[in-house]
């Protein structure tokens, strides 16, 4: 079982540049390929960024491409999301999420979800 605690949401202006973390439990997250989804109001969950098990590969939405980076820390038991130069379209609920396989691109669901933070940018 593996629990994902997302945090570093917050409101910001467009342009800005904003970093998730997102900490996981359990002995086995180096194993595990992590993920980056959001949710918009009235949208569905969609894809932002995916990494593997060692942090080699990398997968981006091509909304984000070119300004979010996906990165993490296997000895810190945790992923990142930095994202630059944002925009009112990127506001939505920012999901961290696992699967048991060593890499990940995000087109079916992963096998553990974080609960969520919010990030709003204003225009």
């Known amino acids: 079982q593996v629990q994902l605690v997302e945090s570093g949401g917050g409101l910001v202006q467009a342009g800005d540049s904003l970093r998730l973390s997102c900490a996981a439990s359990?002995?086995?997250?180096?194993?595990?390929?992590m993920g980056w989804f959001r949710q918009a109001p009235g949208k569905e969950r969609e894809f932002v960024a995916a990494i593997s098990w060692s942090g080699v590969i990398t997968s981006y939405a091509d909304s984000v491409k070119g300004r979010f980076t996906i990165s993490r820390d296997n000895t810190k038991n945790t992923v990142y999301l930095q994202m630059n130069s944002l925009k009112p379209e990127d506001t939505a609920v920012y999901y961290c999420?696992?699967?048991?396989?060593?890499?990940?691109?995000?087109?079916?669901?992963?096998?553990?979800w974080g609960q969520g933070t919010q990030v709003t940018v204003s225009s």
């Open positions: 999420a696992a699967t048991q396989r060593p890499v990940y691109s995000g087109t079916y669901a992963p096998d553990y």
């Open positions: 359990g002995r086995a997250f180096s194993t595990y390929a």
